[in-house]
């Protein structure tokens, strides 16, 4: 139900935009968010935007990455800026239930998942 993409090989300090489009079911009123995953790490919370689009993010990415989403086209986005070799991951877009109206770091919290898009940073 939930689809990333945009992901790549970018050098350190390049940008890239990721993806989320969203099928079988309406994600306007749910909370969105981006985490990622990197080789032998846990998913970590990178930004999330409530239906109402108040955007979150994670210190470290606070300033290079802007959530963002269009409800006319069940998408979200992640414009990433200033990459970094760190940034390196898979990213995964994440919906949490309508029902829950607050953001929250803890991918335990979403419930609905996409694959992910790989992120690769070059130094």
């Known amino acids: 139900q939930l689809q990333a993409s945009g992901g790549g090989l970018v050098q350190a300090g390049g940008s890239l935009r990721l993806s989320c489009a969203a099928s079988g079911r309406t994600f306007s009123s749910h909370v969105m968010g981006w985490f990622r995953q990197a080789p032998r790490k846990e998913r970590e919370y990178q930004a999330a935007?409530?239906?109402?689009?108040?955007?979150y993010y994670e210190d470290t990415v606070k300033g290079r990455f802007t959530i963002s989403r269009d409800n006319a086209k069940n998408a979200v986005y992640l414009q990433m800026n200033s990459l970094k070799p760190e940034d390196t991951a898979v990213y995964y877009c994440?919906?949490?239930?309508?029902?829950?109206?607050?953001?929250?770091?803890?991918?335990?919290?979403?419930?609905?998942w996409g694959q992910g898009t790989l992120v690769t940073v070059s130094s």
């Open positions: 935007i409530t239906r109402s689009g108040n955007t």
């Open positions: 994440a919906a949490r239930r309508s029902v829950l109206t607050t953001f929250s770091r803890n991918p335990y919290d979403y419930i609905y």
